[in-house]
Nanobody
Framework: VDLVESGGGSVQTGGSLGLSCEAS????????MAWFRQAPGKEREGVAS???????SYAESVKGRFTISKDNAKNTHYLQMNDLKPEDTAMYYC????????????????WGQGILVTITS
């Protein structure tokens, strides 16, 4: 299984960025896909998840600003991030598992390498 993130970078406060995660080696439509992030000096936290039925969940800190989605035909899921804040600066990781049960505990079977998102003030 391979998960490859793309789309990170640097943007000013209030700006937008979109992340993509292309998956290979798994039956994408049957998997829970998620985004996590880890800021310097902080623990990794869940940002958003989307299950095989398209049900989504979000961390309170990103609700209303971030949107997770997926395209089963492209084996890719996305994180659209709007109204970005300096506290959103982190390494963002995509992850996959057969269910979203482990998402809350950060327990997922497969992980990407991570991509850096930097928000400047």
């Amino acid at each position: 299984v391979d998960l490859v993130e793309s789309g990170g970078g640097s943007v000013q406060t209030g700006g937008s960025l979109g992340l993509s995660c292309e998956a290979s080696g798994l039956h994408f439509s049957r998997y829970c896909m998620a985004w996590f992030r880890q800021a310097p000096g902080k623990e990794r936290e869940g940002v958003a998840s989307i299950d095989s039925n398209g049900r989504t969940s979000y961390a309170e800190s990103v609700k209303g600003r971030f949107t997770i989605s997926k395209d089963n035909a492209k084996n890719t899921h996305y994180l659209q991030m709007n109204d970005l804040k300096p506290e959103d600066t982190a390494m963002y990781y995509c992850a996959a598992d057969v269910t979203c049960v482990g998402y809350a505990g950060g327990i997922m079977d497969y992980w990407g390498q991570g991509i850096l998102v930097t928000i400047t003030s």
